[in-house]
């Protein structure tokens, strides 16, 4: 079956520290994606990977392909990145794959002053 | 060069009305994935189109839901006789290409409320 988990679920954190957030997925991908939603607002996509690590400003994404893990940290945190941090793929399908994504639950980051 | 556009933002029906809701995708695209967010639940795919095409619709309830992308004009996501469980975000994203190695650029959502 075709599972995305995210963790931890919800995350509490003061402004400055160092955050991380963990997505491990079943079988085979193409990409993983890492995605942002504000409350009632839209989705943002941040990285897309399929190998290596990835930076933008305070974000840096990891993935490890063999393990079928990705990370997302988040350098000295602050109160304007509360949101809900969602990892997602787009598995390999018998050697084909296009551009579905399958979720993982999300995370909720709430980043306290 | 617009982001992926949908509308209403907001969309409020009685039981047994029918819902439209429309996406136009990011200029060039041609690629259309909808996706809903049932409420504390996590977003789940419904149907992939290709211009004019339905390529994937294997998330997509076998009643009620219809899903359009005609060759002119927004992509359609049409829900007949809607119920209270029907009420959610129902997300587009649009890509260039079809392929799983490709970036996806979402749209603002659509949140529909059943009454």
């Known amino acids: 079956k075709n599972e995305v988990e995210q963790s931890p679920q919800n995350l509490t954190a003061q402004e400055g520290e160092f955050i991380t957030i963990n997505c491990s997925y079943s079988v085979g991908i193409s990409a993983l994606h890492w995605l942002q939603q504000h409350p009632g607002g839209g989705i943002v996509s941040l990285f897309m990977l399929s190998s290596g690590k990835k930076k933008h400003g305070r974000l840096i994404a990891t993935i490890n392909i063999q393990e079928k893990h990705s990370s997302l940290h988040i350098t000295a945190s602050h109160p304007r990145d509360s949101a809900v941090y969602i990892c997602a793929v787009s598995f390999n399908a018998g050697g084909t794959s296009y551009g579905k994504l399958t979720f993982g639950q999300g995370t909720i980051l709430t980043v306290h002053p | 060069n617009a982001g992926v556009m949908q509308n209403p933002r907001h969309l409020v029906r009685r039981r047994g009305q029918e819902a439209r809701l429309r996406c136009s995708p990011m200029k060039g695209h041609s690629h259309v994935y909808w996706y809903r967010q049932l409420p504390e639940e996590g977003l789940k795919f419904m149907v992939y189109l290709q211009k004019e095409n339905i390529i994937d619709e294997s998330g997509m309830p076998k009643e009620r839901f219809s899903a359009e992308f005609p060759k002119e004009g927004p992509s359609i996501l049409r829900i007949q006789q809607v119920v209270r469980g029907d009420s959610a975000a129902y997300f587009c994203?649009?890509?260039?290409?079809?392929?799983?190695?490709?970036?996806?650029?979402f749209g603002q959502g659509t949140r529909l409320t059943v009454v």
């Open positions: 994203a649009s890509s260039l290409y079809g392929g799983g190695n490709t970036e996806a650029f």
